[in-house]
């Protein structure tokens, strides 16, 4: 089938912003789709219009009953960076589809402060929660953040406040691209109670205060990092783990007997794009756990009260599995196991004898690398130091054949 959808984006200068053929696409569609102020951009005529539902997915089955005939929709900037094509390309065959972008909000930000797009975290706060940020500050990091409204700025100044960076300045953007574009520059200690034009974009160069708490990604967050009950895997032990989970973007990990989901966030902040599941079964941990994750960057996280495996049935299969409590039930291992998928890896640590034991029968059968992982920190003793060691811990790590 020839393409009958088309997306095209468009700027705050409206139709005179948009290429010839852009515009054709727009002046001949038999049915235009947007949201109400891109539609007021394009004067009346004989198209049939359709304003975005929410959730927006409610509105494709609309889409898809008018296949064969001229839908264009109208898309903000870029369609596809943080944009309605993105969603669309998920429901329609490519070939059916023509998607002609514009420079979107973070381009012209970019262009307006001389910054490099690819030197830039970029992320959108639209319906997102604000705690995402926290996962990007680092110093002298940039940032260019999509505003859910023009409270957003205020929000975001406030937050940064909170945790120690006030000296960042906000540079805020609004109306981008159009006659009533304009700026406004403040540090985040001193934004105070002020609204902006509910379009805008967020700019920032990330300068920490002396109480700020930078973090790093990689796996091996401090111990105090987290809010926990004594149910913590530890600094060291946590960054082995991760590294046997091996953590990739896209990936999806399932974090069973989470105790206050320390891999399971840990799993998040390393990967671009991935996904985790926390399954624990006390409801004050797992209140616990997302505590975490929201302080820590990742609220995201999806956390289930319950346990496995009856908790994980009925979810897609993971990539990765980590088994940090209950392996004394003779069910678990053999059915995470048939629900990782090929390919998928499985680790669990013990340090009781019959949790050790449980490993070690699955290894004789199944495969996989036993390791001792033994760690001690020097403390006070007396008037000197000694070495103080941690409970030895136990740790199976297996891949499942493709």
Same mark, same amino acid.
């Given at each position: 089938?020839?393409?009958?959808?088309?997306?095209?984006?468009?700027?705050?200068?409206?139709?005179?912003?948009?290429?010839?053929?852009?515009?054709?696409?727009?002046?001949?569609?038999?049915?235009?789709?947007?949201?109400?102020?891109?539609?007021?951009?394009?004067?009346?005529?004989?198209?049939?219009?359709?304003?975005?539902?929410?959730?927006?997915?409610?509105?494709?089955?609309?889409?898809?009953?008018?296949?064969?005939?001229?839908?264009?929709?109208?898309?903000?900037?870029?369609?596809?960076?943080?944009?309605?094509?993105?969603?669309?390309?998920?429901?329609?065959?490519?070939?059916?589809?023509?998607?002609?972008?514009?420079?979107?909000?973070?381009?012209?930000?970019?262009?307006?402060?001389?910054?490099?797009?690819?030197?830039?975290?970029?992320?959108?706060?639209?319906?997102?929660?604000?705690?995402?940020?926290?996962?990007?500050?680092?110093?002298?990091?940039?940032?260019?953040?999509?505003?859910?409204?023009?409270?957003?700025?205020?929000?975001?100044?406030?937050?940064?406040?909170?945790?120690?960076?006030?000296?960042?300045?906000?540079?805020?953007?609004?109306?981008?691209?159009?006659?009533?574009?304009?700026?406004?520059?403040?540090?985040?200690?001193?934004?105070?109670?002020?609204?902006?034009?509910?379009?805008?974009?967020?700019?920032?160069?990330?300068?920490?205060?002396?109480?700020?708490?930078? /973090?790093?990604?990689?796996?091996?967050?401090? $111990?105090?990092?987290?809010? @926990?009950? &004594?149910? !913590? +895997?530890?600094?060291? *032990?946590?960054?082995?783990?991760?590294?046997?989970?091996?953590?990739?973007?896209?990936?999806?990990?399932?974090?069973?007997?989470?105790?206050?989901?320390?891999?399971?966030?840990?799993?998040?902040?390393?990967?671009?794009?991935g996904a985790a599941v926390a399954v624990e079964r006390n409801p004050d941990r797992a209140a616990m756990i997302a505590r975490n994750a929201a302080a820590l960057g990742v609220p995201g996280?999806?956390?289930?009260?319950?346990?496995?495996?009856?908790?994980?049935?009925?979810?897609?299969?993971?990539?990765?599995?980590?088994?940090?409590?209950?392996?004394?039930?003779?069910?678990?291992?053999?059915?995470?196991?048939?629900?990782?998928?090929?390919?998928?890896?499985?680790?669990?640590?013990?340090?009781? /004898?019959?949790?050790?034991?449980?490993?070690? $029968?699955?290894?004789?059968? @199944?495969? &996989?690398? !036993? +390791?001792?992982?033994? *760690?001690?920190?020097?403390?006070?003793?007396?008037?000197?130091?000694?070495?103080?060691?941690?409970?030895?811990?136990?740790?199976?790590?297996?891949?499942?054949?493709?």
């Open positions: 089938m020839k393409p009958w959808l088309a997306v095209v984006g468009i700027g705050e200068d409206g139709l005179s912003g948009l290429s010839a053929a852009a515009r054709a696409l727009v002046e001949t569609a038999e049915t235009l789709i947007g949201g109400e102020r891109h539609l007021a951009m394009v004067p009346p005529g004989r198209a049939e219009r359709l304003i975005w539902q929410r959730p927006l997915t409610d509105t494709i089955g609309a889409i898809a009953a008018r296949r064969g005939s001229r839908v264009t929709v109208l898309a903000s900037g870029d369609p596809l960076w943080y944009g309605v094509g993105a969603v669309l390309a998920r429901h329609f065959p490519r070939d059916e589809m023509n998607i002609l972008p514009q420079p979107g909000a973070f381009s012209l930000a970019a262009a307006r402060l001389g910054w490099a797009i690819a030197d830039c975290a970029v992320l959108s706060l639209h319906a997102r929660p604000l705690d995402t940020l926290r996962l990007h500050l680092a110093p002298y990091r940039r940032l260019l953040l999509l505003s859910e409204d023009g409270a957003t700025p205020r929000a975001v100044a406030r937050l940064l406040t909170e945790l120690g960076w006030g000296p960042i300045v906000l540079t805020v953007f609004e109306h981008l691209g159009g006659p009533r574009e304009a700026m406004l520059s403040e540090e985040a200690r001193n934004w105070g109670e002020r609204r902006t034009a509910d379009l805008n974009t967020i700019a920032l160069e990330c300068r920490p205060g002396p109480e700020a708490w930078p /973090l790093s990604r990689p796996a091996g967050l401090p $111990d105090d990092a987290f809010e @926990h009950a &004594g149910q !913590l +895997t530890k600094r060291e *032990v946590r960054a082995m783990t991760l590294a046997a989970l091996g953590p990739l973007s896209g990936e999806t990990l399932w974090d069973i007997g989470a105790g206050c989901g320390s891999i399971a966030i840990e799993w998040l902040r390393a990967t671009e794009g996280l999806q956390i289930i009260v319950g346990s496995a495996p009856q908790a994980v049935a009925g979810l897609d299969p993971p990539d990765a599995i980590f088994v940090g409590g209950g392996i004394a039930d003779a069910e678990l291992l053999p059915t995470l196991w048939n629900a990782l998928r090929p390919g998928g890896r499985m680790v669990a640590n013990v340090v009781s /004898l019959v949790g050790e034991r449980a490993v070690l $029968d699955w290894q004789a059968q @199944h495969g &996989g690398t !036993l +390791t001792r992982i033994a *760690v001690s920190h020097a403390e006070p003793l007396g008037a000197q130091q000694g070495w103080r060691p941690q409970l030895p811990v136990t740790q199976l790590a297996t891949t499942k054949r493709r």
